[in-house]
Nanobody, 117 residues
Framework: QVQLVESGGGLVQPGGSLRLSCATS????????MNWYRQAPGKQRELVAS????????YADSVKGRFTISRDNAKNTAVYLQMNSLKPEDTAVYYC??????????WGQGTQVTVSS
């Protein structure tokens, strides 16, 4: 069974940086895209960043220029989110997601990111 495990969340001051990681226990085949979502209290879950199997990336307008998504190309077992110039409005639980070519979704358990002085 596929399990996604996020790490790297925490408390950071405005303007700071964090790097989130999402790892699986082994290689997974049939991934269409690897994604990061976030959900703030009282808000809907939103797509933050995405990278397709072909390497195409896209970002939410609110994070463009500040966040960078990358992956472990060698084994397709990990995806990362480098977050710079963090703002209080980036505070949320961040979730890793693998969207498969079969349209099935795998989700991690989430990691809390809090941006506060």
């Amino acid at each position: 069974q596929v399990q996604l495990v996020e790490s790297g969340g925490g408390l950071v001051q405005p303007g700071g940086s964090l790097r989130l990681s999402c790892a699986t226990s082994g290689s997974i085949f049939g991934i269409y895209s690897m994604n990061w979502y976030r959900q703030a209290p009282g808000k809907q879950r939103e797509l933050v960043a995405s990278i397709t199997n072909g390497g195409t990336t896209r970002y939410a307008d609110s994070v463009k220029g500040r966040f960078t998504i990358s992956r472990d190309n060698a084994k397709n077992t990990a995806v990362y989110l480098q977050m710079n110039s963090l703002k209080p409005e980036d505070t949320a639980v961040y979730y890793c997601n693998f969207y498969m070519v079969t349209t099935y979704d795998y989700w991690g358990q989430g990691t809390q990111v809090t941006v506060s002085s």
